[in-house]
């Protein structure tokens, strides 16, 4: 029996919505997830046993998981909100980003080449705290890149940003101005060198988004902020009247990338 032009249209539509929930998955799955961890330090001897830690059992063990980079980031000398390292690892999809604590502590290797971290006493805590949030890449930026930058790694400034709104909506909306208003593409355009742009899923401070900037040196930093905010298109976009009041509370910390940092 032949089908019907009725039938026909109906098996269209299934293809068609078949073909647009595939299309929804891999786009979903093709961005990123982002774990930045926050170890809270007293002493140099802490942030000595967290570096070897870091550079010997936990960037390997990630490569083996396959996440390609890690970066390990230190506040600038002048930041007053005492002694931290930042630990950013991007994750191709919420899955990996699930299983790595379990992968991890099944990983013999990674066991024994962070003993001395992970089995350190009560009396001799390898840091003071620990913070964790997690996040989602936008649309506009869906993975994390290494940034093209000519200093010395170690000189570096990296300006890690967190944009607070006043309610989830706002948020929304602000998330909306980087993605759907292009200012994504205007950072790109003036040579902001982004780590990531993402909006915080899990955290201290929400709702709110964060990214990560890079600069040569802080001149540079001036040098494009300053065209940042007399760029035409930004002077234009942030007059739109959708999308003001959406910010509440700005944080800028400043970092630089420690030497063995893949990012």
């Known amino acids: 029996m032949k089908p019907t032009i009725k039938t026909s249209a109906r098996l269209c539509g299934l293809l068609i919505a078949f073909l647009l929930l595939i299309s929804a998955n891999v786009n979903a799955a093709g961005r990123y997830y982002y774990q930045l961890k926050i170890y809270h330090l007293k ?4 942030e000595d046993k967290l570096d070897n830690y870091l550079q010997n ?5 990630m490569h083996r998981m396959g996440v390609k980079n890690v970066g390990v980031f230190k506040p600038v ?4 909100l005492g002694r931290r390292l930042y630990v950013l690892t991007p994750f191709r999809n919420w899955s990996q980003l699930e299983n790595a604590e379990e992968k991890l502590m099944s990983d013999q290797q990674y066991l024994t080449d962070g003993k001395d971290f992970l089995d350190a006493m009560y009396n001799d805590m390898p840091y003071t705290r620990l913070e964790t949030i997690i996040l989602k890449a936008f649309p506009k930026m869906p993975e994390p890149a290494v940034p093209d930058l000519t ?5 570096r400034v990296y300006e890690l940003r967190s944009y607070e709104s006043p309610t989830e909506k706002y948020n929304v909306n602000k998330v909306k101005m980087f993605n759907d208003g292009d200012e994504v593409a205007l950072f790109k355009r003036l040579g902001f060198n982004a780590v990531f742009y993402s909006n915080v899923v899990a955290g201290s401070h929400m709702p709110n988004l964060m990214y990560m900037i890079t600069f040569n040196s802080m001149d540079d930093h001036g040098k494009l902020w300053k065209a940042f905010g007399n760029d035409p298109y930004w002077k234009t976009l942030s007059a739109r009247s959708e999308y003001q009041n959406n910010v509440s509370h ?3 910390i400043f970092l630089h990338p420690k030497a063995y940092s893949e990012f």
């Open 57 to 61: 059992a936990y960037l390997p063990a």
């Open 250 to 252: 700005i944080d800028a």
């Open 77 to 80: 000398e002048s930041d007053t």
């Open 151 to 155: 200093a010395n790694k170690t000189d």
């Open 43 to 46: 002493t140099q001897a802490q």
